[in-house]
């Protein structure tokens, strides 16, 4: 299967040329950008042979059927709906989009189209997340209690443009980590958080755009979620914690891109190490987008799930500018 790349972003570089390059008989054969001048040597150091500033043109290219977009985020909607027009199935970066009605049309076209949508939310891929997911399934842990998320980390300087400085372009901690920790949560609980309070704020890095934010949200079932995002933490350190009415998971440094991580248990009977697969997040994601493709399961996260961990970052901005509780709006799922 080819595949039409959309932006010549640091994340196609660093993962997901490889992971879809990965899976037997997969390979990229145009990047879509639109920096004329960047990207011929993008294009030639990443060995794509294709590459044009037009989209259009990229996809009237019978021979690929998957487009994967990781351009900024106020690009997402237009691209994927061309994608989507063209019969392409398409891999969107989170945030699907700017607003959750442009995030709906998008799944929603797809759907009428016939067409595979997923958003590449990569944590519910890691084999952590869904060893932790298991264990609260099986009751290890009894009834869930409540979630901390710790995902204050130190934004690279290569990556402090506009995600720091361009609110027009999507840019902002909520945007870019909250989207991921509503997933984790939605992933590992297995329901929709009813509505938030947050505060936020520009701690060194933000301009224009908040770098740090701290939200707690009302699960349906009673359980609380503590979640922080910060652009200017070098050393906290990322993890999570699920307690339980039997139990406690302890899992320190899973809020990665890598495979790495520890997970322990803490019960009655004691402490425990767990251990995990340790396969590659992105190649996972796309295995999952390409066996749906297949008429095998469903991708890791669908549209659907893209709305939904942008439904809760609206929410959580929305709290943290009124200093009020906000039910989240979900846009009927
Ligand atoms: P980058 O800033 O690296 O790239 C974003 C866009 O900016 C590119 O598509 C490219 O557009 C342009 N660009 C990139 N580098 C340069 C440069 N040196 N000079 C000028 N323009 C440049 O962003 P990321 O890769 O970090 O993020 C892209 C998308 O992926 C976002 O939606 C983000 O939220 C998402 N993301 C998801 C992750 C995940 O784990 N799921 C992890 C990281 C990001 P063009 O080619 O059109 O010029």
Same mark, same amino acid.
Request: one cysteine or more; a negative charge.
């Given at each position: 299967?080819?595949?039409?790349?959309?932006?010549?972003?640091?994340?196609?570089?660093?993962?997901?040329?490889?992971?879809?390059?990965?899976?037997?008989?997969?390979?990229?054969?145009?990047?879509?950008?639109?920096?004329?001048?960047?990207?011929?040597?993008?294009?030639?150091?990443?060995?794509?042979?294709?590459?044009?500033?037009?989209?259009?043109?990229?996809?009237?290219?019978?021979?690929?059927?998957?487009?994967?977009?990781?351009?900024?985020?106020?690009?997402?909607?237009?691209?994927?709906?061309?994608?989507?027009?063209?019969?392409?199935?398409?891999?969107?970066?989170?945030?699907?989009?700017?607003?959750?009605?442009?995030?709906?049309?998008?799944?929603?076209?797809?759907?009428?189209?016939?067409?595979?949508?997923?958003?590449?939310?990569?944590?519910?891929?890691?084999?952590?997340?869904?060893?932790?997911?298991?264990?609260?399934?099986?009751?290890?842990?009894?009834?869930?209690?409540?979630?901390?998320?710790?995902?204050?980390?130190?934004?690279?300087?290569?990556?402090?443009?506009?995600?720091?400085?361009?609110?027009?372009?999507?840019?902002?901690?909520?945007?870019?980590?909250?989207?991921?920790?509503?997933?984790? $949560? @939605?992933?590992?609980?297995?329901?929709? =958080? +009813?509505?938030?309070?947050?505060?936020? /704020? !520009?701690? *060194?890095?933000?301009?224009?755009?908040?770098?740090?934010?701290?939200?707690?949200?009302?699960?349906?079932?009673?359980?609380?979620?503590?979640?922080?995002?910060?652009?200017?933490?070098?050393?906290?350190?990322?993890?999570?914690?699920?307690?339980?009415?039997?139990?406690?998971?302890? $899992? @320190?440094?899973?809020?990665?891109?890598? =495979? +790495?991580?520890?997970?322990?248990?803490? /019960? !009655?009977? *004691?402490?425990?190490?767990?251990?995990?697969?340790?396969?590659?997040?992105?190649?996972?994601?796309?295995?999952?987008?390409?066996?749906?493709?297949?008429?095998?399961?469903?991708?890791?996260?669908?549209?659907?799930?893209?709305?939904?961990?942008?439904?809760?970052?609206?929410?959580?901005?929305?709290?943290?500018?009124?200093?009020?509780? +906000?039910?989240?709006?979900?846009?009927?799922?």
């Amino acid at each position: 299967m080819r595949w039409v790349f959309v932006g010549a972003s640091t994340i196609a570089a660093q993962y997901m040329i490889g992971a879809v390059r990965s899976q037997a008989g997969h390979d990229v054969s145009w990047i879509v950008s639109g920096s004329e001048g960047r990207v011929g040597e993008w294009a030639k150091s990443h060995e794509i042979p294709n590459v044009t500033t037009d989209l259009a043109k990229a996809l009237t290219d019978n021979d690929a059927s998957a487009v994967y977009i990781s351009s900024t985020n106020e690009k997402h909607h237009a691209q994927a709906m061309a994608a989507i027009e063209a019969g392409k199935h398409v891999l969107c970066e989170k945030p699907l989009a700017m607003s959750l009605s442009d995030a709906i049309e998008m799944t929603g076209a797809a759907r009428n189209a016939g067409v595979v949508f997923a958003t590449n939310h990569h944590l519910r891929c890691s084999g952590s997340h869904r060893k932790i997911r298991e264990l609260i399934a099986q009751g290890r842990i009894g009834q869930v209690l409540s979630l901390r998320i710790f995902h204050a980390v130190h934004l690279p300087q290569h990556l402090q443009g506009w995600r720091i400085n361009d609110a027009s372009a999507g840019g902002g901690v909520i945007p870019d980590i909250t989207v991921h920790d509503a997933d984790v $949560a @939605r992933f590992l609980l297995g329901e929709d =958080p +009813v509505d938030v309070v947050a505060q936020m /704020t !520009a701690s *060194g890095m933000g301009d224009g755009v908040e770098d740090s934010a701290m939200s707690v949200w009302m699960m349906p079932s009673g359980a609380m979620v503590m979640s922080h995002e910060s652009f200017t933490h070098p050393f906290a350190g990322s993890g999570l914690e699920v307690h339980g009415s039997e139990g406690s998971i302890f $899992a @320190r440094g899973v809020m990665t891109q890598e =495979p +790495v991580g520890e997970i322990e248990i803490v /019960t !009655a009977e *004691g402490r425990e190490h767990i251990s995990y697969s340790s396969h590659s997040l992105y190649e996972q994601g796309v295995a999952d987008f390409v066996g749906a493709i297949a008429g095998q399961g469903r991708p890791a996260a669908d549209g659907i799930d893209g709305i939904k961990s942008l439904a809760v970052a609206h929410a959580v901005r929305e709290a943290a500018q009124s200093g009020t509780r +906000v039910t989240i709006d979900y846009g009927g799922f």
